[in-house]
């Protein structure tokens, strides 16, 4: 029997970075009856998702959207690109770009991983010279892609993008970029095509607000050439009949009807307020700034090292020595209906994760800290100083409209 200290009453807070949580906006477009996928009025939905999803990624060119998660999206991208036994390039920034060098693996990909030694490594975003450095060192060009995640959901780290394609640029190296964008998109700047990536890998549950359950590739010139020859086996992921039906809005197998217009609710939710995606990304950057102010003033541990990179996703917040975050993270459950996020892998019990992606405001953020700070204390953590009264000063001090005009 569960027994729990508090009446489940009024809404579960669910702080986690993703699932985030589902605007009623979104709930109530994916309540309408399911259509025929091959009837007329699908099409109409089936370019509109289409569209909306190229805008949200920066891109004119084709993103395919699967029924899948974050993960399928991720063997999608390099089963379409390559071939058995290619050389691929990837850097471990945290759990996710650990996971997708296992899955590389696993698909008998020759896989060599980039990274800072020891701790450091899931501080810091990827480290761009040391990618120009084994790239300039590989003459043969054998290395046919680059693998990098933009937002290390893991630890709360970004990675900057545009200095990875410089990189690449800089020897004149052939192989792909693939970026995994399955938390940053929707809530941390993304640029598909100004940033000159090949495949970028999203998913729903994250910065598009969405329920779990669609993966995205949004696709280059250069990804479409390559898909042509690549020689992985691949026939549900592969992007060719999909990209092709697309361009009539509809797709070759059933797609999940109601979550696509919840997409669409999404799309429009991020493109058509005051400022657009630039207001959206602005309002992370400023929520993530309220919540590093409490953890600072706790004084705790933020688990990026590098100002640079902090995510406006998501803050890692480093338990001290001795406190198992997870401890800390289920005295708050209980006593207050707060989900946080766990430490993936090598960070497990030292630190829990913030979300701030999607659909936040500065109260729902602020009951994040509250409960934070009561569960910290009652796990017998040592406080610097009151988080919360240091989020309410900035929150109230930094109005959300000053930030989005300058966004504008
Ligand atoms: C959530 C996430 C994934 C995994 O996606 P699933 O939808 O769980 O398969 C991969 N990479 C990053 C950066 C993520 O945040």
Redesign the pocket.
């Known amino acids: 029997m569960l027994t729990l200290d508090f009446h489940p009453t009024g809404r579960h807070f669910l702080s986690i970075p993703?699932p985030s949580p589902v605007p009623d906006r979104i709930l109530r477009a994916m309540s309408l009856p399911t259509i025929d996928h091959r009837g007329p009025e699908f099409a109409v939905l089936g370019k509109r998702v289409l569209s909306g999803i190229q805008q949200v990624f920066r891109t004119r060119q084709p993103v395919v959207i699967y029924p899948g998660?974050?993960?399928g999206a991720?063997e999608a991208a390099l089963c379409n690109v390559l071939s058995p036994g290619d050389a691929v390039l990837m850097y471990e920034t945290g759990q996710?770009a650990a996971l997708w060098h296992k899955m590389a693996v696993r698909l008998g990909l020759k896989t060599e991983v980039l990274g800072l030694p020891g701790a450091e490594n899931w501080r810091r975003g990827v480290q761009a010279d040391l990618i120009e450095k084994r790239l300039r060192a590989d003459t043969q060009h054998e290395i046919k892609a680059v693998c990098v995640?933009h937002?290390?959901?893991s630890t709360g780290v970004t990675s900057d993008i545009q200095a990875v394609r410089r990189a690449i640029d800089a020897c004149k190296h052939p192989a792909l970029l693939l970026v995994?964008t399955?938390?940053g998109l929707g809530s941390a700047e993304y640029q598909h095509d100004a940033w000159g990536v090949d495949v970028s890998i999203s998913?729903s549950?994250?910065g598009l607000m969405l329920p779990?359950g669609l993966g995205f590739n949004a696709l280059s010139a250069r990804a479409i050439e390559a898909s042509k020859t690549a020689r992985m086996p691949k026939a549900y992921w592969a992007w060719d009949e999909m990209v092709e039906m697309n361009k009539t809005g509809y797709f070759p197998t059933t797609p999940n009807t109601n979550l696509l217009y919840g997409l669409a609710e999404a799309c429009d939710m991020l493109l058509q307020q005051d400022g657009g995606l630039d207001a959206v990304w602005a309002r992370h950057q400023r929520w993530a700034e309220g919540v590093r102010t409490a953890v600072r003033a706790w004084g705790l541990e933020i688990q990026c090292a590098d100002p640079a990179v902090y995510s406006p996703v998501l803050t890692g917040v480093v338990t001290p020595e001795g406190v198992d975050a997870d401890k800390v993270r289920q005295v708050i459950w209980e006593r207050f209906d707060l989900s946080l996020g766990t430490g993936l892998g090598k960070v497990k019990g030292r630190m829990f994760r913030i979300g701030h992606l999607g659909d936040c405001n500065d109260l729902t953020l602020m009951a994040a800290l509250s409960g934070s700070e009561m569960g910290l204390k009652l796990a017998g953590v040592k406080l610097a100083s009151s988080g919360v009264q240091a989020a309410m000063e900035y929150f109230a001090g930094h109005p959300a409209t000053a930030v989005l005009k300058k966004a504008a």
């Open positions: 993703g998660s974050g993960t991720w996710f995640v937002n290390e959901t995994d399955i938390s998913g549950q994250k779990p």
